[in-house]
């Protein structure tokens, strides 16, 4: 085998390097150590998936403004991390019913959560006060997954048009 840096030294010598000079470099090129082989790019980390909310509106035979306004706010709540909305057309009475889990527990909650497909339920209760005209709501925001409520808002209203004036803030904090 010949050594290249005679050759090149020869060739320097002659005055003949110039003119094949791109022969020595193509040869040391080849004779060169090998080029380190690029690593495999890496995936991009996966994706969770996007969270599904269920709204369920509220329903209340002696407060009808009231659920309708508690309703009308569950709908258009903005919270972070939700990928897709979906409101229910009945109660949450409904649903439980349908489900036959009438109890307000977490095992209730979770199988309603997983019979709408969502990880997230927004509800709202409306119950009589201590007198004829209060009303309390409570707003919950339920994480089916964790099997727990994630943030619950309640207010004891002195009456109905204040739960209507007052709904849409309620429902603000159980969401934020």
């Known amino acids: 085998m010949i ?3 005679l050759v090149v030294k ?3 010598m002659s005055g003949r390097y110039g003119v094949i000079s791109s022969y020595g470099v193509l040869s040391m090129m080849a004779c060169g150590p090998a080029r380190p082989v690029p690593a495999a790019p890496t995936p991009p ?3 969770r998936p996007a969270i599904r909310l269920a709204v369920i509106p509220a329903d209340s035979d002696a407060f009808p403004r009231a659920a309708r306004a508690v309703s009308a706010s ?3 709540a903005q919270i972070a991390g939700v990928g897709a909305t979906a409101v229910s057309k009945v109660s949450l009475e409904v649903v439980q019913l349908s ?7 977490d095992a209730c909650y979770q199988a309603i959560g ?5 990880n997230r339920l927004l509800f709202a209760r409306i119950d009589p006060g201590v007198t004829r005209r209060q009303l309390r709501v409570t707003v919950t925001l339920y994480d089916v997954d964790a099997g727990s409520a994630k943030r619950t808002a309640a207010k004891l209203f002195p009456t109905e048009d204040q739960a209507v004036e007052g709904a849409a803030a309620l429902v603000a904090e159980a969401t934020r």
């Open 10 to 12: 020869f060739l320097r």
């Open 114 to 118: 997983r019979s709408m497909s969502a």
């Open 74 to 76: 569950l709908s258009s």
């Open 99 to 105: 489900i036959e889990c009438v109890d307000p527990t």
């Open 45 to 47: 980390p996966a994706a």
């Open 3 to 5: 050594d290249s840096k």
